[in-house]
């Protein structure tokens, strides 16, 4: 069930990062039972890897902390609707549901190409129904506004 605490600590996990430079504003909280598993954010260039986006740091964490790799039972709350890759490594992972905040469309208004992969890997409409879910849009779009004004690194 959705909370919105667990999406105002997937947004301070996002301003973490793009505050020190890590990547872009997506940041992320894995939840079971109640309880945070894990966090993560967006690494892609602290860690030179163009695969570190926010959900696969907090599923690579997550992971780790409960010793498997079978995340069923789990929510994710993200600051921006999964790109295809991160989409995949959750569903991979098991993870029961998503709640995110910025939709695809506008990661694209802050420079990342989530709308042309998607297109190419052939969308989303064989997700099972009520498998992601948007919530908390206008509080995410201004941390992305904040991203948008700082000087920053094109990726």
Same mark, same amino acid.
């Given at each position: 069930?959705?909370?919105?605490?667990?999406?105002?600590?997937?947004?301070?996990?996002?301003?973490?990062?793009?505050?020190?430079?890590?990547?872009?504003?997506?940041?992320?909280?894995?939840?079971?039972?109640?309880?945070?598993?894990?966090?993560?954010?967006?690494?892609?260039?602290?860690?030179?890897? @163009?695969?570190?986006?926010?959900?696969?740091?907090?599923? *690579?964490?997550? $992971?780790?902390? #409960?010793?498997?790799? !079978?995340?069923?039972?789990?929510?994710?709350?993200?600051?921006?609707?999964?790109?295809?890759?991160?989409?995949?490594?959750?569903?991979?992972?098991?993870?029961?549901?998503?709640?995110?905040?910025?939709?695809?469309?506008?990661?694209?208004?802050?420079?990342?190409?989530?709308?042309?992969?998607?297109?190419?890997?052939?969308?989303? @409409?064989?997700?099972?129904?009520?498998?992601?879910?948007? *919530?908390?849009? $206008?509080?995410? #779009?201004?941390?992305? !506004?904040?991203?948008?004004?700082?000087?920053?690194?094109?990726?």
């Amino acid at each position: 069930m959705y909370n919105k605490k667990f999406m105002e600590m997937a947004i301070d996990e996002a301003r973490e990062g793009i505050l020190n430079g890590h990547g872009g504003p997506f940041g992320a909280v894995i939840v079971k039972d109640g309880e945070v598993v894990a966090s993560g954010h967006n690494r892609v260039l602290s860690n030179n890897d @163009s695969t570190c986006h926010g959900e696969i740091d907090a599923i *690579r964490k997550a $992971e780790q902390k #409960l010793g498997t790799y !079978d995340l069923s039972g789990c929510e994710l709350y993200t600051t921006g609707e999964p790109c295809p890759m991160c989409l995949a490594g959750i569903m991979w992972a098991n993870i029961d549901k998503v709640y995110y905040g910025c939709t695809i469309e506008d990661n694209a208004r802050i420079g990342f190409r989530d709308v042309e992969i998607n297109k190419m890997m052939g969308g989303r @409409s064989g997700l099972p129904e009520g498998f992601l879910e948007e *919530r908390e849009r $206008e509080i995410c #779009l201004k941390l992305f !506004d904040e991203y948008n004004r700082m000087e920053k690194k094109i990726y």
